[in-house]
C-alpha cells in the first residue's frame, strides 16, 4: 500500500496544497505577462492553458491518485469551464475599475472552489460531497 503525506480522505486539503503550486505559477505568468504589456484577457488566456497539462498531472496523481490520460479530455473540459467562470469574473471585475492583477487576486479562491468541484467529478466520477462508493 502506497504512503502519501496527506490521506486520501483529506482530498480538499491535498487539492488545496496542490492547487497553492499551481495557482502560484498560473497566477505569477499572468502578472508577468500583463506587467509585460499583455492586454488582461491575452495573458489569462495564455497562463491558463499553459497550466492545464500540469495541473492534470499534479491533480490526478497528487491529489485523486487517477493514472494515465484517459480522463484528460473531460479535465480540459473542466478547465474550460473554469477558464470561461473566470474571463467573465475577470472582465466584469475589469468594467468595475478594478485593476487586472488586483481584479485577477479576487478571482482566484472562487475559481479554485469551482475547479475542485469539477475535477474532483472528473478524476473520480463522484462530486466532493458524495461518499465514496
Request: no cysteine; aromatic share 14%; hydrophobic share 55%.
Amino acid at each position: 500500500m502506497k504512503k502519501h503525506l496527506i490521506p486520501r480522505e483529506k482530498s480538499f486539503m491535498r487539492f488545496a496544497l496542490v492547487g497553492v503550486l499551481n495557482t502560484a505559477f498560473g497566477y505569477a505568468l499572468f502578472t508577468a505577462l500583463n506587467l509585460f504589456g499583455l492586454p488582461p484577457q491575452v495573458a489569462l488566456a495564455i497562463s491558463f492553458s499553459g497550466g492545464v497539462l500540469w495541473n492534470f498531472m499534479t491533480h490526478a496523481r497528487l491529489v485523486f491518485g487517477t493514472k494515465g490520460f484517459g480522463r484528460l479530455p473531460f479535465y480540459v473540459l473542466s478547465y474550460l469551464l473554469v477558464y470561461a467562470f473566470n474571463a467573465l469574473s475577470l472582465e466584469g471585475l475589469l468594467s468595475a475599475g478594478l485593476q487586472p492583477i488586483v481584479a485577477q487576486g479576487i478571482l482566484v479562491l472562487p475559481a479554485a472552489i469551482l475547479a475542485f468541484i469539477l475535477i474532483s467529478r472528473v478524476l473520480t466520477d463522484r462530486f466532493p460531497w458524495q461518499q465514496e462508493v
